[in-house]
């Protein structure tokens, strides 16, 4: 039997709009503050990425990792999660986002849920992570917290 997704929300996946202070220089937006988040997302590093308009990542998934992305411009994303958690409440729920330039934000995407982002706009897209594990573990010397899908032609993750 092939598991099929409910278009829903999804518990414990948090949107938090970014606000950009912006004067004559440029702007300034404020990504994450310790005190506005629980010790357990607390970042442990951070990477920024440029994706090209187009241009799809994932869809992929992380046993313990949350990741805690910025999608602020310039470009809008098109972001596609998939609750992967048996235990959930959500199980099987499936949500659409659309963030960026026109809707700065962070974006909480706890382990268990499969992920995908697309560049859906005209312009070069850049996204922050600030995830609360380490890459590879310490001195990338552990296995990958990363379950990929997006080269699986069986995969039931599909990004439409």
């Known amino acids: 039997m092939a598991l099929s997704f409910k278009l829903s929300e999804i518990k414990d996946v948090v949107i938090k709009d970014i606000k950009k202070y912006v004067d004559e220089r440029g702007w300034l937006a404020e990504l994450y503050r310790n005190d506005e988040l629980e010790e357990s997302i607390f970042p442990q590093m951070s990477y920024i990425s440029l994706t090209v308009p187009g241009i799809k990542r994932g869809p992929h998934e992380h046993k313990y990792q949350t990741d805690y992305f910025c999608f602020i411009g310039p470009s809008d994303f098109k972001i596609i999660l998939w609750d992967n958690r048996k235990g959930s409440p959500t199980y099987l729920n499936k949500t659409t986002l659309f963030l ?14 499969v992920h995908a982002y697309k560049n859906i706009g005209e312009k070069n897209g850049l996204v922050i992570n600030a995830a609360n594990k380490l890459f ?3 001195m990338k010397k552990e296995e990958i917290d990363e379950i990929r899908y997006e080269n699986d032609p069986d995969s039931i993750f599909i990004f439409d």
């Open 136 to 138: 590879a573990g310490k």
């Open 100 to 113: 960026g330039e026109g809707r700065p934000s962070a974006l909480i995407v706890p382990p268990g849920i």
